[in-house]
């Protein structure tokens, strides 16, 4: 159980354009979903914290309006790059939380299989 | 900010040797968990241990945790070439945080 379904794994697109990214929890409810971004390499970096019918929580230096991000339900959270340039380009990666009555909120992450954006 | 830190940053062993991670962090914590990496790929959560604990297994895994030196290291025993990927520590602040905090990462090749 607990699998987080991230579409597509894969996608280029030309400088200037947007691209959705899609994170699905397939058999569980997420009420908060994370984005991650991670250079090569590199360890991750929280972007964003989702929360479902609530607006995004940013991390510091991360621009709102560049990574715009929708909880519309508790299975589904977005991330769109807009006016995407090729320093976007990285491995994105989304998260979710199984809450249980142990952990709350600090329960280990499932994570979706990434997402490699390719900006031209 | 990255508060974890893992060392080493790469390890290379054969199959059949025991691989030992570490992992430091500066803050306390509610828990530490391990999570592995293959090329390319999301993450998979490994074990999670409580600040209360000092030793966990699971399979040919086992992790320790030293809350007065703020450590943790991961142990995997018999390693096959399937293990190869990177591993990263995290660990949740005391006060039902709900964001991690990541470490580095070690690259970890097993060569068969």
């Known amino acids: 159980g607990a699998v987080v379904s991230q579409h597509p794994s894969w996608v280029i697109c030309k400088s200037g354009t947007s691209v959705k990214i899609e994170c699905r929890s397939l058999d569980f409810q997420a009420t908060t979903m994370f984005w991650y971004r991670q250079f090569p390499k590199q360890s991750l970096m929280l972007m964003a914290t989702s929360n479902e019918g609530s607006k995004a929580t940013y991390e510091q230096g991360v621009e709102k309006d560049k990574f715009l991000i929708n909880h519309a339900s508790l299975t589904l959270s977005t991330l769109t790059v807009t006016s995407a340039h090729p320093e976007d380009s990285s491995f994105y990666i989304c998260s979710a939380r199984v809450l249980t009555a142990d952990w709350g909120g600090n329960s280990p992450l499932h994570f979706g299989n990434g997402t490699r954006l390719t900006v031209t | 900010s990255q508060q974890g830190e893992e060392d080493p940053q790469a390890l290379s062993i054969q199959e059949g040797e025991n691989a030992t991670m570490n992992c430091s962090y500066k803050?306390?914590?509610?828990?530490l968990q391990w999570y592995r990496q293959n090329s390319g790929r999301g993450l998979v959560h490994l074990i999670l241990i409580r600040s209360n604990e000092r030793e966990k297994h699971s399979g040919r895994l086992r992790v320790t945790l030293d809350t007065s030196k703020k450590s943790s290291s991961l142990l995997i025993t018999a390693s096959r070439a399937a293990d190869t990927a990177s591993y990263f520590c995290?660990?949740?602040?005391?006060?039902?945080?709900?964001?991690?905090?990541w470490g580095l990462g070690t690259s970890l090749a097993v060569n068969p």
């Open positions: 803050t306390s914590i509610n828990n």
């Open positions: 995290a660990t949740a602040g005391a006060g039902n945080n709900r964001k991690l905090i």
